[in-house]
C-alpha cells in the first residue's frame, strides 16, 4: 500500500525541498490532509495528498482535475487559496491555505448554536464568496458546513469544489452534494440551475449555524426527502423575524420563487454590520 507523506523517505524530493511535514488532519476516500510548513518562511500549509490509484479505482480523476482548475483561477478571501500542485507519479500534492479552526462543524460541535450577531458574521461570509463564484460562472453545488473552514480569526474559507461546475448553459442534469442538503429540484430530477441550488445549501447552513441542527431531520434518506419536497420545518421562537424570513425566502420549494443573491445582500438581517469590505461587487476573475 501507498504510504503517506508522514514518513518523508516516500515525498518527493520537490516536496522535502520546500516543505516540512506535519500532523493528519483528516482522511478521504482516495487521500488525506496533513499539515506541512514552509522551510524558509515558517508557514503553515494544508496539504491535500490524493493517490492516483485510488482515484483511477474510483474513476476521480476529472472531478480532481476541476477541483484544481477552479482553485488555482479563484481569488477570493473567503474562498481557500490553492497555491502550488506537485504532480507525481503515484500522488499529486495540493498544497492549500491551512485553516486552524477546522471546520464549521466541528466548531459548532465545540460551542453549540451561534446567536444571531456571530451567525451574520459567518453568513456574511459565506454569501460574498459564494456571489463571487457566481459572478464568475463557478457553481459549488455541494454547500454543507463540513466544507466551510475558519482560520484562527473565524473567518470563512469555502472548500471543497470537487463537485464544482462552470456554468456553461445555465443547467445541470448531475444530483450531487449530501442528501441532507439536497434541495427539491435535485430530488425531483431533471434538469436544474445551479445557483438557485447554492441558495438552498446556504439557506439550509444559516439554519444549523442559529439551530445547532439540519431543519431537514429523519431516520433515512426517504423520509428527509419527503420533508424537503413538503416543506415541512420548524423555525424556533428565539430567532428574530428578519432571520425568519430570510431563512423562509432561502428554503422557499420553488427554485423560481426563492431568493437570489443579489436579494439577499439587500435583505435587512444581511446588511446589519456588514463590513465595509464586503460592501463592495465581487471582481470577475475568470
Known sequence: MDSSIEQG??????????????DLIGCGGF???????????RRKF????LIRERMERKKMEERVKREIEILRLLRHPHIIRLYEVIDTPKKIYLVMEYAELGDLTVYMEAIGKLQEEE??????????????CHENRVVHRDLKPENLLLDSERNVKIADFGVCNIISDGQFTTRCGCPDYFAPELISGGFYEGPPVDVWGCGIILYFL????????ADNNHSVFKKIMDGIYTLPSH??????DLISRMLEKNPFERIEIPKIREHPWFQAHLPRYLTLPPPNTL
Open 9 to 22: 523517505g516516500n515525498c518527493p524530493n520537490v516536496f522535502k525541498q520546500k516543505y516540512e511535514p506535519g
Open 31 to 41: 487521500g488525506e490532509v496533513r499539515t506541512a510548513t514552509d522551510i524558509q518562511t
Open 46 to 49: 494544508a496539504v491535500k495528498i
Open 119 to 132: 451567525a451574520r458574521k459567518i453568513f456574511q461570509q459565506i454569501i460574498s464568496g459564494v456571489e463571487y
Open 210 to 217: 442559529l439551530c445547532g441542527t439540519r431543519p431537514f431531520v
Open 239 to 244: 430567532l428574530s423575524p428578519e432571520v425568519k
